[in-house]
């Protein structure tokens, strides 16, 4: 009876304020979802759902499956794959809606704190793109949210609902045990700890571990390669992470968005049923410092922080001056996210745009990357062809000749590893498509090459493929399949 009384005292959801954003998201987003092309990470997804598995490389496995079901029901396009990022986005504006009310927040909080979620950067550039960084935003509000019921009513049934994100968490990203950590630190030292002694709990544990099981199984009969790689993302972005992650934390959601999450913590510091909220930002952070993890790991947890923030920042504004200046760089904030996160500028105008947000570099120019490509392979005799291989420096590179180009590409990078080697009879010359440096693994067991194909993208962006040379050359020294684990390249 306590939790129902304490339920009815909960504002009433805005549904109509908040779904007239989320209609608004979903119109733009879809509007423009078929602009520019697949991202590099786009392209490796589909092809992952050709290969589908309990795990990958250096993912687990639910955004593949993802971008196979939204391929396989709405097109084989970018916008066909992009309604479940769109969708994604959505059901991330409701929930942070549903967060603001869980705070107390009335109809005006709750749909400001939705279009706040709706308009700030980092939301406009996951919603646009699939990434696992678009379903992990959705799960860690989603827990977030869960989290919040669970500490404010005490009912325990909401451990199972916790267990199942963070289940869910691990079949995506491995990132939720930050939050599930830093959640956990705030409630076993400021409470309310009295929910941990519900039996519910070891219900959600059952639960996190039966959908983790087959997921953990994977990477551990393939010796962890996920841990392997966030290894290799720590040695080597680490220090430039590092000092990057303070101003990132001010910039990534929304710099107008700032005083409204600090408020937001302010606010939850003194809430005792809620305080683990603040105490977890500051623990993640605090993770992903030592970590070497990158700044935008930690965002959707800010977002959580915003809607605390929305009500006393209402407030605030209820001055003419204040209103008019919040206003306009409100205004300017919204234009950033909009130019920096969605495909409005034409191809060749985003020069600028790729110093602050290089995603969109990356949705450009794969079909005459492979079309350099095949200028490459026309240069093997016909005769020689059926017997050639296309080997690539990396999962984009061979995501867009699988997808564009002339034949079947191999790579040593990431997942594309397991789905090698070529056969061994595969005894004809070798196109490196990719920057190979005398001491890369291929050059060892091939001889002769020449560049016979430089790529340009046409629009005069430096992306990270403008100027990926096409190398021809002999046929490699040995079978490829004793040569193949040599090759595996991790990051």
Not at 10 to 33: F, K
Not at 280 to 298: D, F, N, R, T, W
Request: aromatic fraction near 10%.
């Amino acid at each position: 009876m306590a939790v129902a009384a304490e339920t009815k005292l909960l504002p009433t959801v805005a549904w109509r304020q908040v779904g007239v954003v989320v209609l608004v998201l979903l119109a733009v987003a879809t509007a423009l979802s078929g602009r520019y092309g697949f991202h590099r990470d786009e392209l490796y997804f589909l092809a992952a759902g050709k290969h589908l598995d309990w795990g990958y490389v250096d993912q687990p496995p639910l955004t593949p499956v993802l971008g196979w079901l939204s391929t396989s029901v709405f097109g084989d396009t970018p916008m066909g794959l992009r309604v479940v990022s769109t969708l994604a986005g959505a059901a991330t504006v409701v929930l942070i809606a549903l967060v603001a009310r869980e705070v107390g927040g009335g109809r005006t909080v709750q749909w400001v704190s939705a279009a706040a979620t709706a308009l700030s950067t980092f939301v406009v550039v996951v919603t646009h793109m699939l990434s696992t960084t678009t379903i992990d935003m959705l799960i860690w509000v989603a827990l977030g949210l869960a989290v919040m019921r669970l500490l404010r009513t005490g009912d325990g049934r909401y451990w199972v609902a916790v267990g199942a994100l963070i289940g869910l968490g691990m079949a995506n990203k491995w990132l939720i045990l930050l939050l599930a950590s830093g959640l956990a630190v705030g409630v076993l030292v400021f409470g309310p700890r009295k929910v941990l002694l519900s039996a519910w709990l070891w219900a959600g544990v059952a639960v996190a571990v039966l959908v983790t099981l087959p997921i953990f199984l994977w990477q551990a009969a393939h010796d962890f390669p996920l841990l392997t790689v966030a290894g290799g993302i720590s040695e080597d972005d680490g220090p430039d992470n590092r000092i990057q992650f303070i101003p990132m934390q001010l910039v990534l959601l929304s710099p107008i968005l700032v005083p409204v999450w600090i408020t937001g913590i302010i606010r939850l510091w003194k809430d005792r049923a809620l305080r683990a909220f603040p105490v977890a930002y500051g623990v993640v952070c605090v993770e992903l410092l030592v970590l070497g993890g990158k700044p935008y790991y930690s965002v959707p947890l800010l977002m959580l922080l915003v809607p605390a923030g929305v009500e006393p920042t209402l407030n605030w504004l209820r001055t003419r001056a204040r209103r008019v200046l919040s206003g306009i760089a409100a205004a300017v904030c919204v234009v950033v996210s909009v130019v920096v996160g969605m495909p409005v500028l034409p191809p060749a105008w985003l020069g600028p745009v790729l110093a602050v947000n290089k995603e969109p570099g990356e949705q450009v120019g794969w079909p005459d990357f492979a079309a350099t490509v095949n200028r490459g392979w026309q240069q093997i005799p016909a005769d020689q062809r059926d017997k050639a291989v296309i080997f690539t420096g990396d999962y984009g590179q061979a995501g867009a000749v699988e997808r564009y180009g002339p034949a079947q590409p191999y790579s040593g990078h990431m997942s594309y590893e397991d789905w090698g080697p070529p056969a061994d009879s595969m005894t004809g010359p070798v196109l490196l498509v990719g920057h190979f440096g005398e001491q890369a693994a291929i050059r060892h067991y091939v001889t002769g090459c020449e560049v016979v194909a430089v790529h340009d993208n046409g629009y005069g962006i430096d992306n990270d493929e403008q100027g990926t040379p096409v190398m021809l050359c002999s046929p490699v020294s040995q079978p490829w399949s004793r040569i193949w684990p040599s090759l595996r390249q991790y990051y």
